[in-house]
T-cell receptor
Framework: GENVEQHPSTLSVQEGDSAVIKCTYS??????FPWYKQELGKRPQLIID?????GEKKDQRIAVTLNKTAKHFSLHITETQPEDSAVYFC????????????FGQGTTLQVKP | NAGVTQTPKFQVLKTGQSMTLQCAQD?????MSWYRQDPGMGLRLIHY???????DQGEVPNGYNVSRSTTEDFPLRLLSAAPSQTSVYFC???????????????FGAGSRLTVL
């Protein structure tokens, strides 16, 4: 079945540094890869997503890269700020039309002032 | 629009009791799903529905039932609660709103369930 592995489970950086979170997926038919941010006690919210026909996508300080051959994708956050502290989840779907997502285990990011 | 509404927010059950977590969305989304969130295990898909009258199992369906009689509602039923079902439950619905044109999941606020 579909499986998504996410690393690292925890990540601590200094404010202003970059943070990278990596995910691998098992189903080569997966074609949609979103990233969600979950602040403490809140619901997950989409921060960026990418489809399999695109190798990289940027939105201000965040970017996602996709390597279909290796079946892995990464989230890059530059110039980190304390408000970036949260749990980040990657996910994969074999159909961008249904919204059925399989999530990674999550990464707790701590940005130290 | 209220988005995705879940009730109750908190619930404590005894082993063997039954209950229903309610989920309603007012965005006319076809797709709805239930996830459970446990520490270190991310969000695991329990059941999902691609439209009224259609449901299917996710990664961890055992011990849970769902039905989808209307587009708006997607209740999750625990028939005989077990301590292993202690978790935070999220309902979600999806419609086309992402910048990539894909269906984006919108989550409810979550329901924290404790089974003693």
């Amino acid at each position: 079945g579909e499986n998504v592995e996410q690393h690292p489970s925890t990540l601590s950086v200094q404010e202003g540094d970059s943070a990278v979170i990596k995910c691998t997926y098992s189903d080569s038919a997966s074609n949609y890869f979103p990233w969600y941010k979950q602040e403490l006690g809140k619901r997950p919210q989409l921060i960026i997503d990418i489809r399999s026909n695109v190798g990289e996508k940027k939105d201000q300080r965040i970017a996602v890269t996709l390597n279909k051959t290796a079946k892995h994708f990464s989230l890059h956050i530059t110039e980190t700020q304390p408000e970036d502290s949260a749990v980040y989840f990657c996910a994969a779907s074999f159909s961008s039309n249904t919204g059925k997502l399989i999530f990674g285990q999550g990464t707790t990011l701590q940005v130290k002032p | 629009n209220a988005g995705v509404t879940q009730t109750p927010k908190f619930q404590v059950l005894k082993t063997g009791q039954s209950m229903t977590l309610q989920c309603a969305q007012d965005m006319n989304h076809e797709y709805m799903s239930w996830y459970r969130q446990d520490p270190g295990m991310g969000l695991r898909l329990i059941h999902y529905s691609v439209g009224a009258g259609i449901t299917d199992q996710g990664e961890v369906p055992n011990g849970y039932n769902v039905s989808r009689s209307t587009t708006e509602d997607f209740p999750l039923r625990l028939l005989s609660a077990a301590p292993s079902q202690t978790s935070v439950y999220f309902c979600a619905s999806s419609g086309r709103s992402g910048s990539s044109g894909a269906n984006v999941l919108t989550f409810g606020a979550g329901s924290r369930l404790t089974v003693l």
